[in-house]
C-alpha cells in the first residue's frame, strides 16, 4: 500500500515566490526524506528528517515533521526557474534501508 | 553526478529480445537497489541486495532477473517483457545502516 502521498499533485508559481508542498504517511517511521527529481532523470536527495525532529533547514528549504498528524511539509523559499523538477517524499520505517516514495509534487517555477 | 551511473540510457527492445541493464556505483557503498518508475506512480521497488545477497524481491516477475557480482555492480536482465514494463529503471545506492539513497540516472525502457 503507499505509503508517502503528495499535495499538490501540481504546483505552478512565479520565480521569487515560494512553494509549499506536503506529504502524509500511514505508518511509524524512523525518518523521512525528500527528494528532487528533474524530467527523466534520477531522483537527487534533498533532506532528511528524523523522527525526533520537528523542524530541519537547508539553504532555501525548510521541512517540517508532524509525527503525530504524520505529515511533513517542504518549503522551497525565493523559487528560482531551475527548481522546476517533481518532488517527491519517501518514509524510511525500520533500518532495513527500505524507503517508501509518494507520488510526489511537480513544481513549475515559470522566470 | 551523485556517483551512480546506469547504462544504457535509453533502451528499446522487442518483446522476445534478451538485454540486461548495468548500475555501477563508486561510492564505496554496500547496499543496492533496482526501482521502476511508471508515469503516474509512486516509485516501485523491485529488488535489494545488501553485501551482495538479494535481501528484498518486491514480488517481481520473472521476466526480470537481478544480478549483483560485488558491491559495486548491480545488473538487471530483461527478458520476453511486455509492453507494460515500458518505464524508468531506475538504481540507487546507499550504506547499510544509513536510509539516503543515491540514484543513478536511470535507463528508459521501452518495449515493443
Known amino acids: 500500500s503507499q505509503q508517502g502521498e503528495e499535495d499538490p499533485q501540481a504546483l505552478s508559481i512565479q520565480e521569487g515566490e515560494n512553494a509549499t508542498m506536503n506529504c502524509s504517511y500511514k505508518t511509524s517511521i524512523n525518518n523521512l526524506q525528500w527528494y528532487r527529481q528533474n524530467s527523466g532523470r534520477g531522483l537527487v536527495h534533498l533532506i532528511l528528517?528524523?523522527?525526533?525532529?520537528r523542524e530541519k533547514h537547508s539553504g532555501r528549504l525548510r521541512v517540517t515533521l508532524d509525527t503525530s498528524k504524520k505529515s511533513s511539509s517542504l518549503l522551497i523559499t525565493a523559487s528560482r526557474a531551475a527548481d522546476t523538477a517533481s518532488y517527491f517524499c519517501a518514509t524510511a520505517g525500520s533500518n532495513t534501508g527500505k524507503l517508501i516514495f509518494g507520488q510526489g509534487t511537480t513544481l513549475q517555477v515559470k522566470p | 553526478e551523485t556517483g551512480v551511473t546506469q547504462t544504457p540510457r535509453h533502451l528499446v527492445m522487442g518483446m522476445t529480445n534478451k538485454k540486461s541493464l548495468k548500475c555501477e556505483q563508486h561510492?564505496?557503498?554496500?547496499?543496492m537497489y533496482w526501482y521502476k518508475q511508471s508515469a503516474k506512480k509512486p516509485l516501485e521497488l523491485m529488488f535489494v541486495y545488501n553485501f551482495k545477497e538479494q535481501t528484498e524481491n518486491n514480488s517481481v516477475p520473472s521476466r526480470f532477473s537481478p544480478e549483483c557480482p560485488n558491491s559495486s555492480h548491480l545488473f538487471l536482465h530483461l527478458h520476453t517483457l511486455q509492453p507494460e514494463d515500458s518505464a524508468l529503471y531506475l538504481c540507487?545506492?546507499?550504506?547499510?545502516?544509513?536510509?539516503?539513497?543515491?540514484f543513478g540516472p536511470g535507463t528508459r525502457l521501452t518495449v515493443l
Open positions: 540507487a545506492s546507499s550504506q547499510t545502516g544509513t536510509d539516503t539513497q543515491y
Open positions: 528528517i528524523r523522527s525526533n525532529e
Open positions: 561510492l564505496g557503498h554496500n547496499a
